[in-house]
């Protein structure tokens, strides 16, 4: 029997996006019993809707479920409890996939039955969208690991996008895999917790997924409810180092950890905006995580010496 797929893609304010998302999801020459599409209305106040009424109105295979609006983790969690696929992937409203390739990568899943199958992206601007042509590669080589395998030999914390790979509906439910609720950067998280506990896992670098380069995205623009998050996210990654890691774990989720954190000592360093805010976020993260402190190098312990005891230094270093 063929893989279901549920595809969940949350939508608010993309309108003028989300009708190339939406196309690109019926130009994968599947059979349209062999996935749905569940389209999450977090609250839009365009017409993002609209846009797209007579492409839902051609197909039985999409539902959509409303909520008000309460952020991309939200509406991705709401996707989750309505899906009824086999795997899910998620697909933000603004980005495409590549016509035909969804077919090699589901009949992985159909043969391999992995928790996880994480696949390559490109990333696009508006322009290049407009103008160039991605076909699919003819080729999918696929190798098997394992979450934690995965976690040392592929992990990149600058790129742990949720929607790069495809998971398995009932390896989330049964680990209670969940999004953090109104907080950005959401995916650094998940995904981190997803290699954690994931057993099966297959990595292949054949491209799916458009990654849409946009002004006014999430990342575009950082501003003070954005840093903050940031505490959020090192705190959770934090915590998860209590999940029996080995060593080498270890030494990667702390590198994970040292990269956001150095991620975010940038932005409050080269950010006017937040020049005023500055004592206030970092006496946000030493409350959330007080023994926060980075080792292997003479310059990772400088900074965390510095942002121990001397936090404006620490920012200012950030500034060079």
């Keep these: 029997m063929a893989i279901k797929?549920?595809?969940?893609?949350?939508?608010?304010?993309?309108?003028?996006?989300?009708?190339?998302?939406?196309?690109?999801?019926?130009k994968q020459g599947l059979d349209e019993s062999t996935y749905e599409v569940i389209l999450v209305n977090d609250g839009t106040k365009d017409n993002s809707f609209g846009v797209i009424e007579d492409i839902v109105n051609s197909h039985s295979n999409i539902l959509i479920v409303e909520q008000k609006n309460q952020g991309l983790s939200a509406a991705r969690n709401t996707g989750m409890t309505k899906a009824?696929?086999?795997?899910?992937?998620?697909?933000?409203?603004?980005?495409?996939?590549?016509?035909?390739?969804?077919?090699?990568?589901?009949?992985?899943?159909?043969s391999s039955s992995p928790d996880i199958l994480y696949a390559g992206f490109v990333k696009m601007t508006n322009e290049e969208i407009d103008t160039r042509k991605m076909v699919a590669q003819e080729e999918c080589i696929?190798?098997?690991?394992?979450?934690?395998?995965?976690?040392?030999?592929?992990?990149?914390?600058?790129?742990?996008?949720?929607?790069r790979a495809f998971y398995k509906r009932t390896f989330l439910e049964?680990?209670?895999?969940?999004?953090?609720?109104?907080?950005?950067?959401?995916?650094?998280?998940?995904?981190?917790?997803?290699?954690?506990?994931?057993?099966?896992?297959?990595?292949?670098?054949?491209?799916?997924?458009?990654?849409?380069?946009?002004?006014?995205?999430i990342v575009s623009a950082i501003n003070k409810k954005k840093v903050m998050d940031f505490n959020y996210v090192i705190a959770r990654l934090w915590e998860l180092r209590r999940k029996k890691l080995t060593p080498p774990e270890d030494k990667q989720l702390i590198e994970a950890i040292f990269i956001t954190f150095s991620l975010e000592m940038w932005y409050i360093a080269h950010t006017p905006e937040l020049y005023a805010d500055r004592k206030e976020i970092i006496a946000d993260l030493k409350e959330k995580v007080p023994n926060l402190s980075f080792r292997g190098s003479m310059k990772r312990w400088i900074k965390s010496f510095l942002f121990k005891h001397a936090p404006t230094l620490c920012v200012k270093l950030h500034a060079l």
């Design 5 to 26: 797929l549920s595809i969940i893609v949350p939508v608010y304010n993309v309108e003028e996006y989300i009708r190339p998302c939406v196309e690109s999801i019926f």
């Design 84 to 110: 009824s696929g086999d795997y899910i992937l998620f697909l933000d409203s603004d980005d495409l996939l590549i016509e035909n390739t969804l077919g090699k990568l589901t009949a992985e899943l159909n």
């Design 174 to 217: 049964e680990k209670h895999l969940r999004f953090i609720p109104g907080i950005y950067f959401e995916d650094v998280p998940f995904t981190t917790e997803c290699h954690l506990v994931a057993g099966k896992c297959i990595r292949t670098d054949y491209t799916f997924y458009i990654y849409r380069q946009r002004p006014g995205s």
């Design 142 to 163: 696929c190798r098997e690991t394992t979450g934690r395998k995965g976690l040392l030999e592929d992990y990149n914390a600058r790129e742990c996008y949720a929607w």
